[in-house]
């Protein structure tokens, strides 16, 4: 019935003597199903057959890959943009073929089984029904926004009518992902069904639908009065405030969306429609969007990156073991119980130790009951795989041992040495190490190709990266499977090479050095954390202080001083808090005031124990520049040195580790976008006022000289 010229179509259909026509969808050559070139060009030949073909009474989308409907657009397409006008020509040839859809007279079904975001969903919005499985798998929304962009294929538009207008706000805004149970109740589907029956639910819809026996449900009044122009305006108004509160507006794409739903929610669709077209096409653009999507590349590309011989399989992680049942432990426990098969034995010196770890696990699962996302039962099967211990009983059995004890080279060094004894050389030893290098845990090691390092962030169940960190007698063996564990359980990881404090710790301790300095020097220290969240981190240093761990922060500070000499030279800041056992939140006594009513207030009494009697005002700019710059430096020299192994591994390593501000692409695509030029002066006037700390690295000085970049 469809003829395609290319010799592997997208798109097969099948024509039952009902007058049903399934469109099978099922892009060849990509392992999820996209919304790319070939699928628009093959439904319009397609639609022309389907409108003037009087045997086809109803059409029903379905996809021909397990697990994924459609997974969203072809980003590719946006690389080639350099103009809005060819962003916004990309998403009006979507709306054409959409409406048309929208717009038939012949019923349109759409069935998804699986991943059903970005332009999947808005393919979704065009039918007439839709219905999605009960599969944990299905994932429907329209996450755009972190891409730097809104749902320009209809899907701002149409999402902010069909449900109500909060509901559509939080999914746009946000790029949540909702499974079928949640997307019904919000009204995004019309049906949630087993995958069992999909189809014939499916077809029993498009019957209903060719016989007009069915009425899709208004919104409850309630729900539709929010979308009044005043009182729309008056929620939109609201939400903007939040966004901006939340981004400083460092983000144009939320805002956009806010526009677009302001200026089209009560006019004609294809006014509306033209203003999402003309917004997307302004975001396209945009630098912001070209770094998140930049990110996206970087990301899907470490997803398949191996860092070793592709011929080297990893092994299988049946059994767990971790060392320590602090908040690391509880959190690498908790997520290796939830996102793989493995089972957890954990040992701790103290009952205590390992009952909290327990009682950690415990709440997580709540929560995820709670939320509805795992039922009583499954929550208990896995949690059920974890077992505790105050002896090594049981270690002999693990595939893999993770260390999470405090910062104590001998103790490291012990571990790995009962563990050793166990008589199983098959055993993998994982020390989660902010700072100490590898080789000098392993210094003492039987099997030193068996050591290696999984440096995880807290909390771990939230912070996305782990950095693994390889010394120089590790096995390619250990590392396939060190990396293809971290996965399983959720990770985003880059491998690095041994060396005091890594990569992420190592750029991140003289950004936190600079900002002790300046609060030395009089600057307010609400003031530094307030110009460094606008510049877009997610929070500031000393407020990271605080919620890591005062004397956390101390104990790296030493090593890297040490390897690195005046670079990461202390200010003595944290010591002094130290010994006035000025721990930070955990304590209820840091930097900022934990009795307060009022939030993110400092404690004033601070800065007399550190001896600050004068407060100068320096502008947010300067303050930038003093606490990022050593920052940036600092990564060039683990690019110089080989601690990272690309420009892409050093940008996701700190806008996952530390929270670098994505818009900006991390720290390698900064000093592009901002000019090696520009980065080689300002490091090294900065140098000249405030000494060595800022010494240019060659690396940059190298870039300078040859008018060369970091991404060749």
């Known amino acids: ?114 991943i059903c975001l970005g332009a999947g969903y808005e393919l979704s919005l065009a039918c007439d029904y839709r219905i999605a499985t009960n599969n944990p798998k299905t994932k429907i929304g329209l996450p755009e926004v972190m891409l730097g962009l809104l749902p320009g294929a209809t899907g701002t538009t149409k999402l902010s009518r069909l449900i109500s207008l909060p509901a559509a706000l939080d999914i746009m ?14 009204g995004m589907i019309d049906e949630a069904v087993s995958a069992s ?29 929010l979308a009044l122009p005043l009182i729309s305006h008056a929620v939109i108004y609201t939400a903007r405030q939040q966004v901006l509160k939340k981004t400083f507006g460092n983000y144009p794409a939320p805002l956009a969306i806010l526009d677009t739903i302001q200026y089209g929610l009560n006019k004609p669709i294809k006014t509306a429609l033209a203003y999402e077209a003309k917004k997307f096409g302004e975001l396209s653009v945009s630098s912001e969007a070209k770094q998140l999507i930049n990110i996206y590349f970087a990301t899907t590309a470490l997803k398949k990156e191996t860092f070793i011989d592709n011929s080297v399989k990893p092994n299988t992680i049946s059994t767990l073991g971790i060392l320590g049942g602090g908040l690391m432990g ?53 949690a059920n795989r974890f077992t505790g211990t105050l002896d090594y009983s049981g270690f002999n059995q693990c595939d893999l041992v993770i260390e999470a004890v405090f910062e104590d080279l001998s103790v490291k060094q012990q571990m790995l040495n009962d563990i050793e004894a166990l008589d199983n050389p098959n055993i993998i030893f994982a020390s989660n190490t902010s700072s100490i290098p590898i080789k000098d845990i392993a210094e003492k090691a039987k099997c030193p190709e068996n050591v290696i390092g999984m440096h995880y962030f807290s909390p771990v169940e939230k912070m996305p990266l782990l950095e693994i960190i390889k010394h120089a007698g590790t096995s390619e063996q250990t590392i396939a499977t060190a990396v293809e564990f971290g996965r399983k359980q959720g990770k985003t990881v880059i491998v690095v090479d041994d060396g005091a404090g890594f990569y992420v710790n190592r750029i991140l301790v003289p950004y936190i050095n600079a900002a002790m300095q300046l609060g030395l020097e009089g600057v307010t220290f609400e003031k530094i954390d307030q110009a460094l969240t606008r510049f877009g981190f ?32 202390s200010s003595g800041v944290q010591e002094t808090l130290i010994a006035n056992k000025r721990l930070g939140k955990k304590v ?34 300067t303050i930038v520049k003093r606490c990022l710059y050593p920052m940036l430096n600092e990564a060039a020299h683990c690019l110089a040195e080989g601690i ?40 090294t006037d900065l140098e000249q006022q405030h000494g060595g700390q800022y010494k240019p690295s060659n690396i940059l000085i190298e870039l300078k000289d040859h008018k060369s970049t970091f991404y060749k």
């Not at 022309?48 to 590719?76: L, M, P, Q, R, V």
């Not at 639910?201 to 409850?220: E, G, N, S, V």
């Not at 130790?353 to 699962?365: D, F, N």
């Open 1 to 114: 019935m469809m003829t395609n010229k290319n010799s592997q179509p997208a798109l097969s259909t099948e024509l039952d003597d009902g007058g049903i026509l399934t469109i099978t969808i099922n892009v060849q050559q990509e392992s999820m199903n996209i919304f790319n070139q070939q699928v628009m060009e093959e439904f319009t030949a397609l639609a022309n057959d389907i409108d003037h073909n009087d045997d086809i009474k109803a059409i029903i989308f379905i996809s021909g890959k397990s697990d994924c409907f459609i997974a969203g657009a072809d980003i590719t397409m946006l690389q080639q943009v350099q103009t809005a006008a060819e962003g916004t020509a990309i998403v009006e040839q979507a709306h054409v073929m959409l409406q048309g859809i929208a717009n038939s007279k012949k019923p349109y079904i759409v069935a998804i089984d699986g």
């Open 173 to 186: 805004l946000t790029g949540k992902q909702l499974d079928a149970k949640r997307a019904l109740r919000l």
């Open 197 to 225: 029956i999909l189809i014939d639910t499916a077809k029993k819809a498009a019957k209903k639908l060719i016989a007009k026996q069915y009425t899709r449900k208004k919104l409850p009044w309630s729900q539709r009065i």
């Open 330 to 382: 509880a959190g690498i426990a908790t997520i290796s119980l939830d996102k793989t098969f493995a089972s957890v034995r954990m040992k701790d010196i103290h009952h205590e130790g390992v009952l909290k770890a327990q009682q950690h696990i415990g709440h997580y699962y709540k929560s995820r009951i709670k939320r509805r996302i795992l039922s009583a039962e499954q929550a208990k099967q896995k």
């Open 538 to 569: 997610p929070v500031g240093p000393i407020k990271l202080l605080d919620e890591v761990g005062i004397d956390i922060g101390s104990k790296i500070q030493p090593i890297l001083e040490n390897a690195f000499g005046e670079r990461m030279k």
């Open 588 to 621: 209820k006594k840091g930097f900022y005031d934990y009795s307060s009513k009022q939030k993110n207030t400092i404690d004033d009494s601070v800065y007399e124990e550190l001896n600050i009697h004068q407060k100068i005002d320096m502008d947010e700019n």
């Open 644 to 683: 990272i192994q690309s420009p892409r591994d050093g940008d996701i390593g700190a806008i996952f580790g530390i929270g670098f501000p994505p818009f900006l692409g991390g720290p390698f695509r900064y000093m592009e976008s901002t000019g090696i030029d520009t980065i080689v002066n300002t490091l």
